[in-house]
């Protein structure tokens, strides 16, 4: 029996990734900062080009330790530019570094940055019912407060559509087209019936 996925999961790492990854619920701190830091990489970049890159960045990254990286100081900054593994960027690199720093404040304010990131979305996530990617959009209201507050609270390269694509990524949202086999998991609703999907090629055809 075939299996139906969104259309952007067109290579085996990114159906791997959409498959066990994307979309459901995350409430680990250190996943969560993995995912800030990776989908603020992916500024101006495909999604699967960071997936190609992702266990360097772990390693570069010391697991993506919130408090590790908060400690980066020159000369490791340096390394990571040096870094052929990750994207060499320095605005990225730098900001990497200050969201690290501006993650631990939140902790330290709400015991935990999950119990502050899934209060914007009332502890659960927003169920959509997308037939096709052009419907998909690339930021939302929600998307914009969030990036508001994240901004306001010392966070970079948190502009509001790379905030509405980790809210994808970490399932605050599913975004998961109706006929794909993963709606209906994470959604708990009935799949709905099969219709051709991948024409609508839109906003939502490259996936954090």
Known sequence: MEVRRCPWALTP?????????????????RRLFEFLILEGAQAGLSWETILRKREAYRAAYDGFDPARVAGYDGAKIAALLADPGIVRNRRKIAASVANARAFLRVQAEFGSF??????????????????RLAEIPAETEESRRLSRDLRARGFAFVGPVIVYAFMQAVGMVNDHLVDCFRHSQLSGEPPAPAETNSAGQGAGAEKG
């Open 13 to 29: 790492l990114s159906a791997a990734y959409h498959d066990l990854e994307w979309g459901a619920p995350l409430h680990d701190d």
């Open 114 to 131: 999950d119990a502050y990131l899934w209060a914007w979305t009332g502890g659960r996530p927003r169920i959509n019912r997308w037939q």
